[in-house]
């Protein structure tokens, strides 16, 4: 009565996770299925001598498919807590293109002119513009402050390392014509400048742009793969086809 009644509560929590996935509300799965493991284990344990006496090859049967169940809901659980990446963006999907940022850009804006995918909507901008700009809490930009404040004559000292910042994201905004969904990605040049990471960050709604559901994150598992799929067959693939498309005109 008590496994019953304990099974009865639970597939209706994972009914009630399973609707709000299909409104697009943010989800976390891993701890439910944390939650069914654990209620599958101590009910499975309670008849584990009558499962050992009767048949050993069913109970390393069970005993398996447990550990299975186990470590894929630790996954997702790790996988929507933790991410993947450190830094600000801990969830994207990223890929390395062996193609510097100038060249991934212009794949992306000549693909702007033909595919849809790289289209979105008139007002939604395409490919931002890269945030720079004076780092005024430096040493330096502090000393030349104070020296403004004295005389406001004084020349902007020249950029470098120190006193300018540049900011590591270009971010390129794409579209899902068929979902009408907006997909926002960035571009990231690497410390081998032939290599860029292309990442690939959220979905949202034309609609209702700024509800962001994040990939590796706010997806369930098959859906989240098929959403990593998409992206790299309609998005991915396209710039590097391009890419290459180019470089033999070149050659």
Known sequence: ??????????????????????????IDMGFPLLILFTVLLFFGLKKLNSITKNSRWIFWTVITLLGCFFLFAANEFSRQKTGGLAGSYLFVESWKIQASEREVIDAIRELHKVNANFNPPGNIEFISKR????????????????????????????K????????????????????????????????????????????????????????????????????????????????????????????
């Open 1 to 26: 009565a008590i496994a019953s009644g304990s099974f009865k509560i639970l597939i209706k929590l994972l009914n009630a996770i399973l609707q709000n996935n299909k409104k697009n509300i943010k």
């Open 131 to 158: 945030d720079t700009g004076y780092n005024w809490a430096s040493f330096e930009m502090q000393a030349y402050n104070k020296k403004l404040a004295i005389n406001s004559l004084t020349p902007l000292p020249e």
């Open 160 to 251: 470098n390392k120190e006193n300018y910042y540049h900011d590591y994201w270009l971010y390129v905004t794409l579209y899902y014509p068929d979902t009408k969904e907006i997909v926002n990605t960035w571009t990231r040049p690497a410390s081998d400048t032939a290599i860029t990471t292309f990442a690939f960050i959220s979905l949202s709604k034309i609609d209702n742009p700024t509800k962001f559901r994040l990939i590796n994150r706010d997806l369930w598992f098959i859906d989240n793969k098929r959403q990593i799929e998409k992206f790299k067959q309609l998005i991915v693939e396209k710039i590097k086809g391009e890419i290459d498309r180019k470089r033999k005109i070149r050659n």
